[in-house]
Nanobody
């Protein structure tokens, strides 16, 4: 089993930045992909970003590409999501997920492929 714990959410004004973190513990060697998803009120949960644990491959939702950056700290078993130029439409609960996948956009963007999830952290972008 893999346990994931997110942190770093909060409230920020439009144009501001936040950095989310997701620390993994347990049987982390059973996974090779870390993903971030988000769910806004009344909306379906959607893919935001993913990274292979090797760091070689990344993928982003088009609307966050160039504003969000996913990175990893292998020593700490932690994945970060740096979010810059935040917009009100980025407001959502952000979830970290982990899986063992072949890294293709089709695979990493499908939330049903991820068996391990964190509890979520709220991000609110408002003036």
């Amino acid at each position: 089993q893999v346990q994931l714990v997110e942190s770093g959410g909060g409230m920020v004004q439009p144009g501001g930045s936040l950095r989310l973190s997701c620390k993994a513990s347990g049987d982390t060697f059973s996974t090779n992909v870390r993903g971030w998803f988000r769910q806004a009120p009344g909306e379906e949960r959607e893919f935001v970003a993913a990274m292979s644990w090797s760091g070689i491959s990344t993928d982003y939702l088009d609307s966050v590409r160039g504003r969000f950056t996913i990175s990893r700290d292998n020593a700490q078993n932690t994945v970060h999501l740096q979010m810059d130029s935040l917009k009100p439409e980025d407001t959502a609960v952000y979830y970290c997920a982990a899986a063992y996948l072949v890294f293709t956009p089709t695979q990493v963007r499908d939330q049903t492929n991820y068996p391990h999830w964190g509890q979520g952290t709220q991000v609110t972008v408002s003036s």
